[in-house]
């Protein structure tokens, strides 16, 4: 069953450092979404991404973050300047255009970033 | 704007017994998705079940089976003939459909402690 895949699986970074974290969503599907969760904490809404742009974010994303399709296969969201309370499980997730089959989102197994 | 509520922050079950985890929302649209994902404790996201709010008939996959009151605006998940895999957090989940871009929004979720 095709699935959507992260790198890395954890990461370490000192505050202030830029991370990048990489996503291959399912090959035919579209939509394309990062969500976070904090430890403890409910699942949150970052961003979505359609045909190379941002179709919505929350008001977590600020300027630090940014998303980036640099190719047909990669996602990626970049935290410019990591701040302690950016420590987190970052899921992306990814959803095909249309139909029944794309009333669901997929989600990968997430990338654990601890900033120190 | 949409709320998931799961009122239950931990349910304990034995093994080869039953149990229902509780969810509420709010939203004013007729029509929307809901979800049940599971979260074991690797992390990942994985989707349990899915309930078209259009539809009356409840959905089942397996042991699992939502019991959806759309006037209620319940929907919860019960899970049958319990095993020692099925512990993790459960997060409920609500999503409007056909508009591309729109977001998941999660409950606090409820963690399920299974028992020999």
């Known amino acids: 069953e095709p699935e959507v895949t992260q790198t890395p699986s954890h990461q370490v970074t000192q505050m202030g450092q830029e991370v990048i974290l990489r996503c291959v969503p399912i090959s035919n599907h579209l939509y394309f979404y990062w969500y976070r969760q904090i430890l403890g904490q409910k699942v949150e809404f970052l961003v979505s991404?359609?045909?190379?742009?941002?179709?919505?974010k929350s008001e977590i994303f600020d300027d630090q973050f940014s998303v980036e399709r640099p190719d047909g296969s990669n996602f990626t969201l970049k935290i410019r300047s990591t701040k302690l309370e950016d420590s987190a499980m970052y899921f992306c997730?990814?959803?095909?255009?249309?139909?029944?089959?794309?009333?669901?989102?997929?989600f990968g197994e997430g990338s654990w970033l601890t900033v120190v | 704007a949409q709320t998931v509520t799961q009122s239950q922050p931990e349910m304990s079950v034995q093994e080869a017994e039953t149990v229902t985890l509780s969810c509420t929302y709010d939203?004013?649209?007729?029509?929307?998705?809901l979800f049940w994902y599971k979260q074991p404790p690797s992390r990942q996201m994985i989707l349990v079940i899915r309930q078209e709010a259009y539809k009356q008939q409840n959905a089942t996959e397996n042991r699992f089976s939502v019991n959806f009151q759309k006037a209620a605006k319940s929907f919860s998940l019960k899970i049958s003939d319990s095993q020692l895999g099925d512990a993790a957090m459960y997060f409920c989940?609500?999503?409007?459909?056909?508009?591309?871009?729109?977001?998941?929004?999660f409950g606090t979720g409820t963690r399920l402690l299974v028992s020999p």
């Open positions: 997730a990814s959803k095909f255009r249309t139909g029944d089959s794309g009333n669901t989102i997929y």
């Open positions: 991404f359609y045909n190379n742009e941002i179709s919505e």
């Open positions: 939203t004013s649209e007729s029509d929307y998705y």
């Open positions: 989940a609500y999503r409007i459909p056909n508009t591309g871009f729109q977001k998941l929004v």
